[in-house]
């Protein structure tokens, strides 16, 4: 089973206000060893604790490969580049298609586990400009992850993320981003999401909530800042 992915680049960040928002996307480079704690990176932050960050949510992944398909999409005249995501963690090699919920890595001392995928939301809107980016990012399944730690220890950008444990009943993270953003109300999908114990708590309750009401949460909040499409 062992993989090794390689950082491209490590990154933490506080909230500014930017964008004419208060966010942490903007995030600088580490260059020294960090200790990663359960709650993330030493010294990075979010402007939102209720929507980001948290034990569940310690580590925000995003794939540098995706930068090309964006600019493709938006043009070359936007600096496309990591972190522009928000993103601790930019590598190649890893993507939703590979990498799977509930994966476990050895990074330096520490060993990190995939709890759930990003949720686009609207200041990734505000962030490059685009209106509607978050849905767009949202359909195809091109949102990244995060992680929970599972032991605590020094990083750094220059260990690689080895992978040293997969479930049995493994989803990647485009399937369980397909299902849960794609066909929300799909029963089977939704008992097979039920099924995997190390998705996040907060993707599980909604995931309850639709087997039990067969009803989708709004996301006209998350995904466009306001109540109403």
Request: charged share 25%.
């Amino acid at each position: 089973m062992t993989k090794q992915f390689h950082l491209k680049g490590l990154y933490r960040g506080v909230p500014t206000q930017h964008y004419g928002i208060e966010t942490a996307i903007d995030k600088s480079p580490v260059t020294t060893r960090i200790y990663l704690s359960p709650e993330g990176l030493e010294g990075d932050r979010c402007a939102d604790s209720q929507h980001h960050g948290g034990l569940e949510r310690a580590l925000h992944q995003y794939p540098f490969e995706h930068y090309a398909y964006w600019r493709e999409q938006y043009g070359a005249e936007i600096d496309w580049q990591a972190p522009g995501m928000g993103e601790n963690l930019s590598t190649e090699g890893m993507t939703e298609t590979t990498v799977c919920l509930g994966d476990r890595y050895q990074w330096g001392e520490a060993v990190i586990e995939v709890s759930q995928p990003r949720s686009p939301c609207f200041k990734l809107n505000k962030r490059w400009g685009i209106e509607g980016f978050s849905v767009d990012m949202q359909a195809i399944s091109r949102c990244g992850w995060l992680y929970r730690v599972v032991q605590p220890g020094w990083v750094s950008a220059d260990e690689p993320l080895e992978l040293i444990e997969r479930v049995p009943n493994r989803m990647t993270v485009r399937e369980v981003c397909d299902l849960f953003f794609g066909d929300p109300l799909n029963g089977a999908g939704l008992l097979k999401l039920k099924d995997q114990s190390r998705l996040s708590n907060s993707w599980m309750s909604k995931v309850e909530a639709r087997l039990e009401t067969n009803e989708v949460e709004n996301w006209n909040f998350r995904l466009l800042g306001r109540a109403d499409p």
